[in-house]
């Protein structure tokens, strides 16, 4: 069975710093590009960082270049996201999802499992 499970959001004041997690079971990780995605309220889905099953390419909404940093470890079947200089704009649910042999693109309509997202605030 294909799980994706996200963890490691929350509150965090503007300019703070998250890590997101996304543990991943029943596939094999080094087959898949994993997405990460977020939704704010009112506003549709955007792809905020993919990276490729070969972890050879990674892409990154332009927004969040420089602060955010998308990460894979086959072994340890995880994907993070590790998160910088949060701005309230950043606020929104994640979600990470896979695409089976994926280049690292943030087509959404590629990615064929999803999570079911966790929770970013960033507030002061």
């Not at 792809?47 to 972890?55: Q, R």
Request: proline share 2%; aromatic share 10%.
């Amino acid at each position: 069975q294909v799980q994706l499970v996200e963890s490691g959001g929350g509150l965090v004041q503007p300019g703070g710093s998250l890590r997101l997690s996304c543990a991943t079971s029943g596939f094999t990780l080094g087959h898949y590009a994993i997405g990460w995605f977020r939704q704010a309220p009112g506003k549709e889905r955007e792809g905020v960082s993919c990276i490729s099953s070969d972890n050879g390419k990674t892409t990154y909404v332009d927004s969040v270049k420089g602060r955010f940093t998308i990460s894979k470890n086959n072994a340890k079947n995880m994907v993070y996201l590790h998160m910088n200089s949060l701005r309230p704009e950043d606020t929104a649910v994640y979600y990470c999802a896979a695409e089976i042999l994926g280049k690292g693109d943030c087509h959404e309509d590629a990615y064929d499992f999803w999570g079911r997202g966790t929770q970013v605030t960033v507030s002061s």
